[in-house]
């Protein structure tokens, strides 16, 4: 097994999301070539399940897929946040709950081909109204749907975000297992 080695970095982006750089690395031939890499911070996902059983997903457009998306919440941890505060945070904010009980399903790197982003999925539960309101969530819609309706949503496409088919397919597991 060959490990890749980084030989030099070059800064190209700094954005508000993430930063760009291309790394010139050696690879498993033996020679220098580059690889392009987006810098991206730890966020947070998380499957919100209600009293009833019921799990809450967002409904949001993607400019970069041209499409409305079904989701897990998810963000960004900010500065100095720890992960668990970072889901409550974004779930009052996203869907007007506070979770009570917060348990980590995985950590997954959204797409470790390119992009050094990393994300701690949890389920959240016992959730308690308590909305946050923040600047770029007015076109987040709620959506609450039923755990037997997972497995079609995901087979037509409906939901096609990993990191949502990830948390969702964890959270059935964690059902079968429970009985």
């Not at 007007?96 to 980590?104: A, E, N, Q, W, Y």
Request: overall charge negative; aromatic content about 6%; hydrophobic content about 40%.
């Amino acid at each position: 097994m060959f490990e890749e080695k980084a030989v030099s970095s070059q800064p190209i982006f700094s954005g508000r999301a993430f930063n760009v750089r291309v790394d010139t690395i050696i690879n498993a031939s033996g020679e220098k070539t580059t690889r392009e890499i987006v810098e991206h911070a730890a966020c947070i996902a998380a499957v919100p399940v209600d009293a009833n059983g019921d799990i809450w997903l967002v409904k949001q457009h993607r400019i970069a897929v041209g499409k409305f998306m079904l989701e897990i919440p998810a963000g960004g941890i900010e500065p100095g946040e720890d992960p668990l505060e970072a889901v409550k945070r974004e779930l009052q904010e996203e869907i007007g709950f506070l979770p009570r009980k917060i348990t980590k399903l995985t950590g997954i790197y959204s797409s470790p081909g390119f992009c050094t982003e990393f994300l701690y999925i949890y389920l959240a539960s016992d959730l308690q109204p308590s909305r946050l309101t923040a600047e770029d969530t007015a076109a987040i819609e709620a959506i609450r749907i039923k755990p037997a309706q997972i497995m079609n949503l995901i087979h037509s496409g409906e939901i096609c975000d990993s990191k949502t088919v990830a948390g969702l397919l964890l959270y059935l597991k964690t059902l079968e297992t429970a009985i």
